[in-house]
Nanobody, 125 residues
Framework: QVQLVESGGGLVQAGGSQSLSCAASGRTISTYAMGWFRQGPEKEREFVAAISWSGGTEHYADSTKGRFTISRDNAKNTVYLQMNSLKPEDTAVYYC??????????????????WGTGTQVTVSS
């Protein structure tokens, strides 16, 4: 069993940056693909970014490509999401997730097995 805890959310102005972390415990996530998802007010959970087990492959949503960067440090059992040029529409609860059945990134949240409780990111205009 894997426990995931996100941190780093908060209030930021449009155009600013925010960095999120996802710390895993219970077992190593070094063989799992990892993803970030978000859910805005009255919206469905949507894909943000995902990364392969080694960090060598990254996938991004069209809305986050070029602005967000996902990374991981397997030695620290942690995944990161660096968010730049933030927009009000990025406001959401951000969730970290682990995909135990794949070493390569997938976009469908239903493929992921373990989830954190989320961290709120609010971007003011």
């Amino acid at each position: 069993q894997v426990q995931l805890v996100e941190s780093g959310g908060g209030l930021v102005q449009a155009g600013g940056s925010q960095s999120l972390s996802c710390a895993a415990s219970g077992r190593t996530i070094s063989t799992y693909a990892m993803g970030w998802f978000r859910q805005g007010p009255e919206k469905e959970r949507e894909f943000v970014a995902a990364i392969s087990w080694s960090g060598g492959t990254e996938h991004y949503a069209d809305s986050t490509k070029g602005r967000f960067t996902i990374s991981r440090d397997n030695a620290k059992n942690t995944v990161y999401l660096q968010m730049n040029s933030l927009k009000p529409e990025d406001t959401a609860v951000y969730y970290c997730a682990a995909d135990r059945d794949s070493m390569y990134p997938r976009r469908n949240p239903r493929e992921y097995d373990y989830w954190g409780t989320g961290t709120q990111v609010t971007v003011s205009s």
